[in-house]
């Protein structure tokens, strides 16, 4: 991997632009700086290096939202995690060997929020926030190791438990830190792959991540709580959008 200066300065850009983004809406920002890096990086790579500096992205947002941070939700979210994780893994050592599947997934994705955000009649019905915690555990361990993120279907689940604005950041950002740790051991797999130029854009990349974290803390307490709501969903259809068009249908007819 040969990076030249304008597409290190467009990652530099792209990570503190994303992480703002997850600061100040919560969520949208970690998978479309995954979206950013596919294009620059080697897919096989991408998740790893993706997860450590998101990582870094989760922890900061964490600090500066830590005394909102609901620690009994990710507990629960916790109970399902570990053992969807463990099936993620195993699920992403085939999609590196079996690339065709990933846009067909990706579509699938992109559907099922699609459906979410229109209110259809199997809408998320439950309000019970220990389910939806369970459920969002569940599904965020194999798309996080599959997809890279997964926020087009933790995201629903986490709206819908109705968490105040600076609740839901902090609650969402901790349950990435978990996300991301899980994603280290992927590095044993590809380890041989790894060069000091990797290690320096995840340097540079983490200090985007951090000051976009920092910009968005400045300016989510000048924003209501309807306009957050708004804001989220606006990001999650351009999310699903991505995920059907770009992602599914352009990958598959035009590669």
């Known amino acids: 991997?040969?990076?030249?200066?304008?597409?290190?300065?467009?990652?530099?850009?792209?990570?503190?632009?994303?992480?703002?983004?997850?600061?100040?809406?919560?969520?949208?920002?970690?998978?479309?700086?995954?979206?950013?890096?596919?294009?620059?990086?080697?897919?096989?790579?991408?998740?790893?290096?993706?997860?450590?500096?998101?990582?870094?992205s989760s922890s900061s947002r964490v600090w500066f939202f830590r005394q909102h941070v609901n620690f009994r939700m990710i507990g629960i979210f916790l109970i399902t995690y570990v053992p969807s994780c463990a099936l993620g893994m195993y699920f992403w050592t085939l999609i590196i060997e079996y690339k065709g599947v990933q846009p067909y997934l990706k579509m699938m994705l992109g559907a099922y929020l699609v459906l979410v955000l229109g209110n259809w009649s199997f809408n998320i019905q439950t309000t019970d926030r220990k389910v939806l915690m369970l459920w969002?555990?569940?599904?965020?361990?194999?798309?996080?190791?599959?997809?890279?993120?997964?926020?087009?279907v933790q995201a629903p689940l986490f709206i819908k438990a109705?968490?105040?604005?600076?609740?839901?950041?902090?609650?969402?950002?901790?349950?990435?830190?978990?996300?991301?740790?899980?994603?280290?051991?992927?590095f044993y797999?590809?380890?041989?792959?790894?060069?000091?130029?990797?290690?320096?854009?995840?340097?540079?990349?983490?200090?985007?991540?951090?000051?976009?974290?920092?910009?968005?803390?400045?300016?989510?307490?000048r924003i209501s709580e309807s306009l957050f709501r708004r804001i989220m969903k606006f990001i999650l259809l351009i999310l699903?959008?991505?995920?059907?068009?770009?992602d599914g249908f352009r990958a598959i007819l035009f590669t």
Not at 16 to 38: D, E, P, W
Not at 136 to 151: C, F, K, Q, Y
Not at 173 to 178: E, F, H, M, N, Y
Not at 203 to 211: F, H, P
């Open 1 to 56: 991997m040969e990076l030249g200066l304008f597409q290190l300065a467009f990652l530099f850009a792209a990570a503190i632009g994303t992480s703002f983004i997850n600061a100040v809406a919560a969520v949208g920002g970690g998978m479309t700086l995954f979206a950013i890096m596919v294009s620059v990086l080697d897919y096989a790579l991408v998740i790893p290096i993706h997860g450590i500096v998101q990582l870094w």
């Open 136 to 152: 969002a555990g569940a599904w965020s361990g194999i798309l996080s190791l599959t997809v890279g993120s997964p926020a087009a």
């Open 162 to 186: 109705n968490f105040y604005k600076e609740e839901f950041v902090g609650t969402w950002a901790l349950s990435g830190i978990v996300i991301q740790m899980s994603k280290l051991p992927l």
């Open 189 to 221: 797999f590809i380890w041989q792959a790894i060069t000091m130029e990797h290690f320096w854009l995840v340097v540079l990349l983490a200090v985007g991540v951090v000051l976009g974290a920092y910009l968005g803390k400045m300016t989510i307490g």
């Open 240 to 246: 699903a959008s991505k995920l059907i068009l770009w």
